[in-house]
């Protein structure tokens, strides 16, 4: 299950979910993933956010049975809930293993017995119309293809499949690619649902645009309180080993409190071993016409400034505003790779 996988929930008990597109981050040899599910009325819009922990694999039937709990959702995810329950994802693949054919079962998991059997590509067809989960023991029924090919596959049927391939597709640094965690400090907290210091998690992937952003409660662990997905547009090293990068919004947790979503961001950053240090400015917001703006990318402070920076971060404390604004930046984030 590696990869960056876009998909849609084609049959779910729930029938207001069908249809709700879904987003799929799992690294290797990480047991977190992200999973992001989009409203299926408004496509932009995040309608849910998942952290998932993985409990185990097995191999069954020419596919895989996969236990895991939710360890954090947003809080109007009622039917992703955290409640300690184990569940399980069995699920099989396409002979290149671009397709995954995903059985889903929320609760009620002690060994893999209890899971869904491993469905068979052929289930699918028609949207799953043969699929009877009640029967199976199944909550959802979803059909993901790997990033990113999705995203430009008509056939798919994603809200995204009419654009270019390249509009998705994007080579980070080297050291870039991964699952990062650590945490976020923002001079509004506009910018995610919190002002001062928020845990943060970071998902990148080599060759694909979209980089998913999700931000905790800081007095509640198991509560997300925003995310985003954003699209990778350009990437540079400066003449100072440092690195810029320009992030297009795309998608975004709906409200008029979530904004930085729905902002174009450029971001400064360095990465130092298994850390990455950044700096992130947004479209100025105070101007008229702030949405044709392109953002000006923050200067990388020098080492010391820096480190002021990471030892506040890291203490849990918040740097100063003109220590970010000094900066030509609205927000400052440590992560260290998972």
């Not at 990062?180 to 928020?198: C, F, H, P, Q, R």
């Not at 694909?208 to 509640?220: G, Y």
Request: aromatic content about 8%; overall charge negative; proline content about 5%.
């Amino acid at each position: 299950m590696n990869g960056q996988w876009f998909g849609r929930i084609v049959r779910a008990i729930d029938a207001s979910v069908e249809g709700a597109e879904v987003m799929y981050a799992g690294h290797p040899d990480v047991v977190r993933n992200v999973v992001l599910f989009f409203d299926a009325r408004d496509g932009d819009a995040i309608a849910a956010a998942v952290i998932n922990e993985y409990g185990g694999v097995e191999e069954k039937d020419g596919g895989y049975r996969v236990k895991g709990k939710n360890v954090a959702a947003t809080s109007a995810d009622d039917w992703m809930p955290v409640n300690g329950d184990v569940g399980c994802v069995s699920l099989a693949f396409d002979e290149k293993k671009e397709t995954m054919y995903a059985c889903a079962k929320d609760s009620g998991v002690e060994d893999y017995d209890d899971c869904p059997p491993v469905p068979s590509p052929g289930e699918f067809e028609n949207d799953g119309a043969g699929i009877d989960l009640e029967a199976i023991g199944a909550d959802r029924a979803v059909i993901l293809k790997r990033s990113p090919a999705a995203l430009t596959d008509e056939a798919f049927g994603l809200d995204a499949s009419a654009n270019e391939e390249e509009d998705y597709a994007a080579k980070w640094p080297e050291a870039m690619p991964g699952l990062w965690s650590g945490t976020m400090v923002a001079n509004d907290e506009k910018y995610v649902s919190i002002l001062g210091a928020t845990p943060t998690f970071l998902s990148v992937f080599q060759g694909a645009a979209p980089n998913a952003w999700v931000f905790m409660d800081p007095e509640d662990e198991t509560k997300i309180a925003s995310a985003n997905v954003g699209l990778m547009r350009s990437v540079k090293e400066r003449e100072d080993g440092s690195f810029e990068f320009t992030n297009e919004a795309w998608k975004y947790t709906p409200g008029p409190e979530h904004v930085a979503g729905r902002d174009d961001w450029c971001n400064a950053f360095v990465l130092r071993d298994d850390s990455v240090y950044m700096l992130s400015n947004s479209r100025a917001d105070d101007v008229d016409d702030a949405g044709t703006i392109a953002p000006e990318c923050p200067r990388m402070p020098e080492l010391e400034t820096l480190g002021q920076v990471a030892t506040l971060i890291a203490e849990g404390g918040t740097p100063t505003f003109e220590l970010l604004s000094d900066q030509g930046a609205v927000s400052a984030v440590m992560l260290t790779r998972q």
